[in-house]
Structures are given as structure tokens and as C-alpha cells.
């Protein structure tokens, strides 16, 4: 139903065009938002067209909002002004360009539109295109001028806010027209890191030959970092292949964010137990002994047997130590406590079990026990951290939580050392336990020759060449007893 020019209500009140709600929002308002032939007759009846409402949107600008063309041309005829902007600063180019019609946006420009004006976050129009993928209005907006490296408030440029959406064309475009890729967020990223963070590998591959290595390194954080972090494991091989340094750092600043302190990328695929990703980065020439916390830890600490077996192939330090808790003995020993098997896979490997009965009390009294770290503190670095006396492996053995794998524990240690002394709050442990004989037995001389070559010989190789074991030109049966395989004995 369509009202007439001549409406009753119209001839009785014409103030009544203007009348507004409680939002004050007056009938030209409504009807901007589709109405074509309503928002033709309040016009023709005096309908103020630059009227605003609560939040000083005009007809216009809602006109916009909702993409129509003809309402848009309509108003402009009637006077509309073209700059005016809401609360938040957005003018009506600003909707059209996020809507996405360029015949909305050419409208407006030959109206007069303003192509640098800015909302309260300093964004430009045509950064709400680049944002929304609205390649015909980006081209339109280049041809009449607008800037493609303006940047808004928080230092986003269009090309990192195209990346971050995955608009393929529209970064494609900027590219060609050398927008600059090297242009930095107010939190140091660049268009490549978002690209990587929000898993969008096209614009990935556009983006690495146009990036440059050495803002990258000026920015804390590689993209590698996200690319591990995020389990981007295709974009994580795309940026490897492309060389990308496995072994950066995250920046002091970035590495304050995680409670670990950790700084490399292998640490978080570790951590995010990505045995692919990790694999990946070690193959590449990643250390495995590059931060705060060795990764290996993490891996032993979880029981995660595949990921430790891979961490210590590839030379992680098994004699490792955690800087949350002094102690005189490797860490990992007193992590892996809870599996034996990995427990084993570090013995083989060179950690040295010596340690754990070094303890200077001997048979004398030992002092009370030196407080353990809560599990859940283990890996947490605080600056406020007090300093304690270093910890003995016989304390920690000793301690509620780990008394139930005493006995087996120190067996397996026994077969790693030679001469040893058991220390009087280990004996104190051990007597009260059903296997305190055979590993008393064992702890006392004399230790089988055999025993004691193994142990010369594996000694004499040391740690870092103890995984290359196998490539010795000797007999098998050998090689499998230097490697403490269970099964074989050099006497059977």
C-alpha cells in the first residue's frame, strides 16, 4: 500500500514527516532501510534528510548500511551531506565500502565523499574494504586516490587486515601495487604473522618473497613461533622450505608472556605434543637445547615416550637440569620416575645416574628434606623465585610422592653405575620395602666385569656419541650389550 501525495495525514499535520521515536528515529529513518518508494514520498513531503538519530546516523549512512542504491541516489538528489559521520566516526563511505557495492561508493565520491576521513579507530574507508574483501571497491578507491598503505590507530595496515581475513584477491591486488608488506602492528607483527596465525597458506606463499627476513628478526617473533604454536604444520613445512631459521628466538618481551619462558618453535610443538611438527623442525637443524626448559623435559614429565625417543636421537641433553629446582642430579631422571621405560631411554642415552648417589652425607644423618615444587609450578619461571639449597636425589626419592616407585627406580639406576654406596636415608627407604635384598645385593662389590666394560666403554664414547652406537663396524650381539638390550648377554 502506497501513500498518496495528497494523504490525509500529510494534508492534516505536515510536521508529522519529522516526528521521531524513542530512538529517535524519524519515518525517513525506517524507510531508508528499503523502502524506496516511502523514503520517494517523505521527501517529496519535507522529510528532514540529515536528520540524526541516537547515534548520529543519518538516513544516508543507513541507507548505506543496508546496501541500497536507489535510496542512496535518492537522498544525495534531496541534499543528503555525504561527510556526516556516527558516534563512532564512520561516515557513509565507510558502509558502503564494507557492503561492498562500488556503485554505492561512486556515488558517494561524486557527491563529494571524503576518501581520508577516519573513525575513532583511525581506519579510512578504504581499509573497511580491504578488510571485508571488497576487491571491485578497493580498485575503485586506488583509481580516486586513496592511500593502500594508511594504517589504522592500533598500526594495522590494509594488507595485514586483508591477510588476517584470508582475502586471497584483495592481498593479491595490494601486492601488485607494492603495499608494504614490512609495516608493523602496535604489537610488532607483520602481515605474514597473522597470515600464518589464522592458517591461510595461499596468502602465506604471497607474502614470503615480499617479506623481509631482517624485520622479522627486528620483530621478536618468527613466524614459525605461530606457525608451531598454532599447529600450522603445512604453512610450518612451507616456511622451513623457504628458510626460515628453525632456531630463532622469541624476543625476552614475547618470551615473558609464557609462564615457561620458552623461546623456540620446537618448544611449542613439543609442548603441544605435535611429534610431526617436532620431527619437522629437528630435520631442519632445530637444537634441541636452545631454551629455558629443555623440551625434553616436557616430553618426560607427560610420559610422552615417542616424542623423548625423537628428542634424544636428535642430541636433546638428557643430563639436563630444571632452573625452578637446584639439584645435583639430572631432572629428567626425577620426571621420568613415573615410566620406566622412558626412564630407561634416558639411561641409554648418557644421563648419568653416578650423580644420583653422590650424596655428601654418606651413612651420616641427612639434614631435613629441601621442599619439592608443586607439579604445577615445575616449569613456571618467576622472578621472585627464593633461592635453596640444592636438592639430593635421595631426598626427592624419599619424598610421599614418589616413595612407591622407590625400589624399582634405584635397581635400574644400579645398572648404570659402577661402584657405588647406598646413603643412609636411601637405606632407610629401601629396608622397609620387599625388594630391599636383591637391591642391596646388587649395590655391593664386586660388580660383574662385564658390567664394568660396558660401562668403561659407553664412558669412554661419551654422551653426545652414545646415539651413534649403531654405525660402529661390530658385531651385533655387541652393539646390542654396549645398548643395554635386555635380551642379549655377550656370555649366552
Not at 14 to 37: F, K
Not at 67 to 94: F, K, M, P
Not at 283 to 310: H, K
Not at 451 to 464: S, T
Request: net charge positive; glycine share 6%.
Amino acid at each position: 500500500m502506497y501513500l498518496s501525495l495528497n494523504s490525509p495525514l500529510t494534508l492534516a499535520d505536515p510536521s508529522s514527516v519529522n516526528r521521531c521515536t524513542l530512538r529517535n528515529e524519524t519515518a525517513l529513518m525506517l524507510a531508508a532501510r528499503g523502502n524506496v518508494s516511502c523514503v520517494e514520498f517523505l521527501l517529496k513531503h519535507g522529510a528532514s534528510v540529515n536528520v540524526v538519530n541516537k547515534a548520529k546516523e543519518t538516513p544516508l549512512f543507513i541507507a548505506c548500511e543496508h546496501g541500497n542504491a536507489d535510496i542512496v541516489e535518492l537522498l544525495l538528489r534531496y541534499g543528503a551531506q555525504v561527510n556526516l559521520t556516527c558516534n563512532q566516526g564512520t561516515s557513509a563511505l565507510h558502509e558502503a565500502c564494507r557492503y561492498g557495492n562500488p556503485r554505492l561508493c561512486e556515488m558517494l565520491l561524486d557527491a563529494g565523499a571524503d576518501l581520508k576521513t577516519k573513525n575513532i579507530y583511525n581506519i579510512q574507508p578504504i581499509f573497511t574494504a580491504a578488510q571485508h574483501g571488497n576487491l571491485e571497491v578497493l580498485q575503485l578507491l586506488v583509481q580516486r586516490g586513496a592511500d593502500i598503505n594508511a594504517q589504522a590507530g592500533d598500526g594495522a595496515s590494509l594488507l595485514y587486515e586483508a591477510c588476517k581475513n584470508g582475502h586471497v584477491a584483495a592481498v593479491q591486488f595490494l601486492l601488485d601495487l607494492k603495499a608494504d608488506a614490512n609495516r608493523v602492528t602496535g604489537s610488532g607483527l607483520l602481515p605474514l604473522h597473522v597470515a600464518v596465525k589464522n592458517n591461510h597458506k595461499r596468502i602465506v606463499s604471497l607474502l614470503i618473497p615480499v617479506t623481509s627476513r631482517v624485520r622479522v628478526r627486528t620483530c621478536g617473533i618468527s613466524p614459525l613461533h605461530i606457525a608451531a604454536e598454532r599447529n600450522r604444520d603445512q604453512i610450518m613445512e612451507l616456511l622451513i622450505e623457504s628458510g626460515f631459521d628453525v632456531n630463532a628466538k622469541l624476543s625476552s618481551e614475547h618470551s615473558k608472556m609464557y609462564e615457561d619462558r620458552r623461546r623456540t618453535a620446537l618448544y611449542f610443538s613439543v609442548s603441544n605434543g605435535n611429534l610431526e611438527a617436532a620431527e619437522m623442525l629437528l630435520q631442519a637443524g632445530a637444537s634441541p637445547n636452545l631454551d629455558t626448559f629443555n623440551p625434553l623435559l616436557i616430553a618426560v614429565r607427560l610420559g610422552w615416550m615417542d616424542m623423548a625417543e625423537l628428542l634424544v636421537g636428535y642430541g636433546a641433553d638428557v643430563n639436563t637440569r630444571m632452573p625452578t629446582q637446584s639439584s645435583t642430579f639430572p631432572s629428567a631422571i626425577l620426571l621420568g620416575m613415573e615410566s620406566l621405560s622412558i626412564l630407561k631411554l634416558l639411561l641409554d642415552h648418557g644421563c648419568n645416574a653416578q650423580l644420583c648417589f653422590d650424596c655428601p652425607y654418606g651413612l651420616k644423618p641427612h639434614p631435613a628434606n629441601v621442599p619439592l615444587r608443586r607439579p604445577i609450578d615445575e616449569l613456571r619461571v618467576s622472578e621472585h623465585l627464593v633461592p635453596q639449597r640444592s636438592i639430593q636425589y635421595c631426598e626427592a626419592i624419599s619424598s610421599t610422592s614418589y616413595s612407591r616407585l622407590f625400589g624399582p627406580v634405584i635397581s635400574m639406576l644400579l645398572d648404570y653405575v659402577g661402584h657405588v654406596k647406598l646413603c643412609s636415608r636411601m637405606i632407610e627407604v629401601l629396608e622397609s620395602r620387599s625388594d630391599w635384598i636383591p637391591i642391596r645385593l646388587k649395590a655391593q662389590p664386586p660388580h660383574p666385569l662385564m658390567q664394568l666394560c660396558r660401562l668403561k666403554i659407553r664412558h669412554l664414547l661419551g654422551v653426545q656419541r652414545l646415539n651413534l652406537l649403531h654405525t660402529l663396524p661390530l658385531p651385533v650381539r655387541l652393539l646390542r650389550f654396549l645398548c643395554y638390550d635386555v635380551q642379549c648377554s655377550l656370555t649366552c
